[in-house]
Each structure stands twice: as C-alpha cells, then as structure tokens.
C-alpha cells in the first residue's frame, strides 16, 4: 500500500482545492453585487485575484500535508498563508460597503485556521499581525461612512478580530500538542528502551533519510560474542548489563556523525558517513573500545564492516545490500575466531 493512501492527504488537498477555487467564485459573485467593487481598477484587481486561484489551486493539489504538517518547512505552505491573506485582502479592500467588507475579512479566520497547522510560527504572527491591523482599517472607514451607528461597528470589529485571532490561537496550540505528542510517540517507537539507541526501524528510517545524502554511510554490524553464554551463566541482568555497555561504548567511540542502533538481540548496527582514517580501522576502534578487561564481565565483539554497496545487478536498496554484505562479514568474523574485524568483499565477489 502506498503512503499516500494510509494518510488523509488526498482529503486535505481535495479540501484546500475546493476552498481555494470557491474563494474565487465567490469573489466574482461580489462584482454583481451593490456591497462589491464600484470602479473598474477594484472590478480588474477582483478578477485578476480570482482568476489566480486556479493556478494556486493546481499548485495546492500537489502538496504533501502529512509530511509538511510534521516540519512547518515546506514553502508552499508559507506562501500559501501569505497568498491568502493578500488575496482576501485586496478583494475586500474593493468593496463600497466598509461593513461588508468587514463581513468577508472573516474569510482570514479560515486562513488562520490553515496556517495553525502548516506555517511557521513567524508566517502565523504575521497573519495575526495583518488580519488585526486590517480589520481595524476597516472599521476605522465604517466609523467614517457610519458615525451614528458607533457601538455596532465596533462590535463588529472586536467579533472579527476575536474570531479571526482566537481561531488560530486556539487550533495552532492544539496542533503544537498533538504533533509533540506525535514525536514522543515516534522518538519512543523508534528507540530500543533497553540501550537507548534506535532500534531496528529507527535504523531503517535513519536509513531511508540516508540515502537522499551526497555521502552514503558504511555499514558495520556488530555481535557480542558469545553472548547466550553470559544469559545462561550469570543471568539475564548480566545480559542486559552488556548490551547497554555495548551500546554506549559504541556511541562515545563511534562520534556523534554516526548512528548506533541495535538491530535485535545482540546485534548492533553502526551508520557512518565518513569512517576514518580506513573502514578496517575505524571498525577496528569500535571492536576494542567495547571491551574492557576491568569489567565484571568482559565483552569482545565481532564486526562486519561494509561500504555502501551499489550493484547494477541488484534491484535491492543500498541499506539491504550493504546490511548483506555486513551479515557475510560478520560471519567471516566469526569464522576466524570471533572477537575480530572483517571487511566485506566487492559485490562481485560474494557468492549468493
């Protein structure tokens, strides 16, 4: 099943499509109003925004949701807020009628409402910024063409900007919430408990991320050795004692351009960029720094190490072969006696 079809992005954008599309019928349905544009530069500015939501939209219909409400980062987003608040902006400034005008400035709240969850926070205090000082100007011109109906107008002028502010108020508190929640959730899903490194998934998606770099990472897989002997003589707690020293060995010696992950069991995993000065030797630092003869129960571990490895031939990603390649590493390792390091060879050379 695709990504897209397990989020509710199709929705959203069908969403923001239609409502972007209607803003400008209902713009042009103003021109052939008394209450909407009386000259002709407000007539051609009206149609000139209206027709503009049809490219906008097309634009819109594209969007990832899912992935933009997660970062804040996407421009189209940003510029889509700035877009809106222009649009909704120079169609109602045409309007003969101040109070009317002020009427379809509350299109903003819906703006607000999108910008809670996909702007960033400057873009949401810009949109609180313009939609106040502009609602204001609104009433100030009502005051003017009106001045006998004082109370009413500024009624209305504090409904607007109460309803217009405290939507996106409220809605990017509640989107903030629910995405940091969102991210403990995912931070603790991706995380093994016992080490505290990543676990397997939290790799793969280090992984995938991985794989957009200019660099791609060398892969070395790690197994304790001999570790169900350590389980079945000195208990399951010496067990996890070694996997979390492990652990944290591995992460003070590997630097922090790497990623330390245990992959399952007694298998770790080490994503490294840039392995210097050599592969061998940097696989080499990692085998000795996890062992340390004043411990109660001394480890040694076995290392597979394996550049990124890319095989015309192979229709697998780069993280499967490479992990492949690792595995028959490791095995060589063990092989020649454990407590070892061993490089796998070119993929022309391994026998499948």
């Not at 208990?235 to 944290?248: E, F, P, Q």
């Not at 040694?300 to 499967?320: E, M, Y």
Request: with cysteine; charged share 15%.
């Amino acid at each position: 099943m695709r990504a897209n079809d397990e989020t509710p992005d199709p929705l959203l954008r069908t969403g923001v499509v239609v409502q972007t599309l209607l803003f400008g019928l209902l713009g042009i349905g103003t021109t052939f109003t008394q209450d909407g544009p009386t000259e002709g530069l407000g007539t051609v500015l009206t149609y000139a925004v209206c027709i503009s939501t049809i490219p906008v939209a097309r634009i819109m219909s594209k969007a990832e949701f899912g992935m933009d409400w997660w970062s804040r980062r996407a421009p189209v987003n940003n510029w889509f807020v700035v877009y809106c608040e222009l649009g909704v902006t120079v169609v109602t400034a045409t309007y003969a009628d101040p109070l009317a005008a002020l009427q379809g400035a509350m299109l903003l709240a819906l703006v607000g409402a999108y910008a809670a969850h996909f702007a960033r926070p400057k873009v949401i205090w810009f949109h609180v910024g313009w939609s106040t000082v502009y609602v204001l100007v609104l009433g100030a011109s009502a005051l003017a063409t009106t001045p006998t109906d004082t109370v009413s107008v500024v009624l209305r002028v504090v409904v607007a900007i109460t309803v217009i502010n405290g939507a996106v108020t409220l809605l990017s508190a509640f989107s903030r919430a629910v995405l940091h929640s969102s991210r403990v959730h995912l931070s603790d899903a991706m995380t093994d408990p016992l080490t505290g490194v990543l676990n397997r998934r939290g790799l793969e998606a280090r992984a995938v991320g991985a794989g957009n770099d200019p660099v791609r990472p060398a892969l070395l897989l790690i197994d304790i050795d001999h570790f169900k002997a350590v389980n079945d003589h000195h208990g399951h707690s010496a067990g996890d004692v070694a996997l979390r020293l492990t652990a944290m060995r591995l992460t003070m010696s590997a630097g922090r351009h790497a990623t330390v992950s245990r992959l399952g069991g007694d298998e770790f995993v080490v994503l490294v960029p840039d392995p210097t000065p050599t592969l061998g030797e940097f696989a080499e630092r990692l085998r000795q720094a996890v062992h340390n003869v004043a411990d109660d129960i001394p480890i040694t571990v076995s290392v597979g190490a394996a550049l990124p490895q890319v095989d015309p031939r192979s229709t697998r990603t780069v993280f499967d072969r490479t992990l492949a390649a690792a595995d028959e590493a490791l095995y060589r390792a063990k092989s020649n006696g454990r407590n070892c390091v061993a490089l796998a060879r070119p993929p022309g050379d391994i026998v499948h």
